[in-house]
């Protein structure tokens, strides 16, 4: 964003501050260069759910053994990413992925035809790990570190994705009566997934989004998100970039995970999902581990948010 006018005065401000600036220092440059905006919904409503995610720890092997058979793979050969940006400007930030058959390009394979006993993808497996469940809500944080029991860890994040949309496994399983609303939280679906073997299958296909994975290096302090930089715990946020801008500050008003207790926090739009879409609507990155899972997988609050922009920003016109 540096390059952009409206930009340039807040970045070398911002560059002239001190490596670890007084909370009091922060204030006033925020206070002095930034504009709070609210955001609103389509339908003029200000509040909008606000969810969580986290890098998640597995277990796994470079080689596929007898523990270690369920695969993450890298992005195929034979995924096309279809830009239309120019010939369609509001495709801005949407991407289409797809695949040649004969001289038809046609949607990517899905889960379910990913995930067979004679996989189309051999020859792709990035990583093998213990637990289908654990890869599974893998693809849906994105990024994770994996443990060899060597004790060396392979940290990965997104590559790619299938191009099928997202779909909700919770809200399928109240659908189908197998849970109770308030029971579904990413802690109680894996608790189900254990006492239902039988129907796992069928459960980890109703979502037809597949992400493949990248391995990422070791050093990096979080994982990255789609702005190409480190997440950090407890201040990213994940966004529909298509309403807030990525690289942003946002002023994020919501509570705790099952709480009232409020939760008032200045964060950046750092990143993006296929289940983060709407105006009022942010994934808040919790962190690594067991604690920060807790958290993430059982937050789904209700939250207004705040953009903040440079005072002399002027909009684009839509």
Same mark, same amino acid.
């Given at each position: 964003?540096?390059?952009?006018?409206?930009?340039?005065?807040?970045?070398?401000?911002?560059?002239?501050?001190?490596?670890?600036?007084?909370?009091?220092?922060?204030?006033?440059?925020?206070?002095?260069?930034?504009?709070?905006?609210?955001?609103?919904?389509?339908?003029?409503?200000?509040?909008?759910?606000?969810?969580?995610?986290?890098?998640?720890?597995?277990?796994?092997?470079?080689?596929?053994?007898?523990?270690?058979?369920?695969?993450?793979?890298?992005?195929?050969?034979?995924? &096309?990413?279809?830009? /239309?940006?120019?010939?369609?400007?509001?495709?801005?930030? !949407?991407? #289409?992925? $797809?695949? %040649?058959? +004969?001289?038809?390009?046609?949607?990517?394979?899905?889960?379910?035809?990913?995930?067979?006993?004679?996989?189309?993808?051999?020859?792709?497996?990035?990583?093998?790990?213990?637990?289908?469940?654990?890869?599974?809500?893998?693809?849906?944080?994105?990024?994770?570190?994996?443990?060899?029991?060597?004790?060396?860890?392979?940290?990965?994040?997104?590559?790619?994705?299938?191009?099928?949309?997202?779909?909700?496994?919770?809200?399928?399983?109240?659908?189908?009566?197998?849970?109770?609303?308030?029971?579904?939280?990413?802690?109680?679906?894996?608790?189900?997934?254990?006492?239902?073997?039988?129907? &796992?299958?069928?459960? /980890?296909?109703?979502?037809?989004?597949?992400?493949?994975? !990248?391995? #990422?290096? $070791?050093? %990096?302090? +979080?994982?990255?998100?789609?702005?190409?930089?480190?997440?950090?715990?407890?201040?990213?946020?994940?966004?529909?970039?298509?309403?807030?801008?990525?690289?942003?500050?946002?002023?994020?008003?919501?509570?705790?995970?099952?709480?009232?207790?409020?939760?008032?926090?200045?964060?950046?739009?750092?990143?993006?999902?296929?289940?983060?879409?709407?105006?009022?609507?942010?994934?808040?990155?919790?962190?690594?581990?067991?604690?920060?899972?807790?958290?993430?997988?059982?937050?789904?609050?209700?939250?207004?948010?705040?953009?903040?922009?440079?005072?002399?920003?002027?909009?684009?016109?839509?």
């Amino acid at each position: 964003m540096q390059g952009q006018p409206p930009w340039q005065s807040v970045c070398e401000a911002a560059r002239n501050l001190p490596a670890k600036p007084r909370d009091d220092q922060v204030k006033d440059f925020f206070q002095a260069y930034f504009q709070p905006y609210q955001i609103i919904n389509g339908d003029g409503s200000v509040t909008g759910t606000i969810t969580g995610y986290y890098e998640p720890l597995l277990y796994g092997s470079r080689v596929r053994t007898a523990r270690y058979r369920y695969p993450l793979y890298a992005p195929p050969d034979d995924l &096309l990413t279809i830009d /239309l940006t120019s010939l369609y400007p509001e495709f801005k930030n !949407k991407r #289409l992925r $797809g695949r %040649l058959v +004969g001289t038809t390009v046609v949607p990517y394979l899905s889960r379910a035809e990913i995930d067979v006993s004679d996989p189309p993808l051999k020859g792709k497996e990035l990583v093998w790990v213990n637990d289908p469940v654990e890869a599974f809500f893998l693809h849906i944080q994105g990024s994770g570190q994996v443990r060899f029991e060597n004790g060396e860890i392979m940290r990965v994040g997104y590559a790619d994705q299938n191009g099928h949309p997202f779909r909700s496994v919770g809200r399928y399983l109240i659908e189908q009566g197998e849970m109770r609303p308030e029971t579904v939280s990413m802690q109680g679906i894996k608790k189900w997934a254990r006492k239902h073997p039988a129907k &796992l299958d069928t459960f /980890l296909n109703i979502n037809p989004s597949y992400v493949f994975f !990248k391995e #990422l290096p $070791g050093e %990096l302090s +979080g994982p990255i998100g789609t702005l190409g930089v480190p997440l950090t715990a407890e201040r990213s946020i994940a966004v529909d970039a298509q309403v807030v801008p990525l690289g942003v500050p946002v002023y994020l008003a919501t509570t705790w995970p099952n709480s009232s207790d409020v939760l008032n926090r200045l964060v950046v739009a750092q990143d993006t999902g296929g289940a983060i879409a709407g105006a009022v609507r942010a994934d808040f990155y919790w962190g690594f581990g067991d604690d920060a899972g807790k958290l993430a997988g059982s937050m789904r609050q209700s939250g207004r948010m705040w953009v903040l922009l440079p005072k002399d920003y002027v909009a684009e016109p839509h």
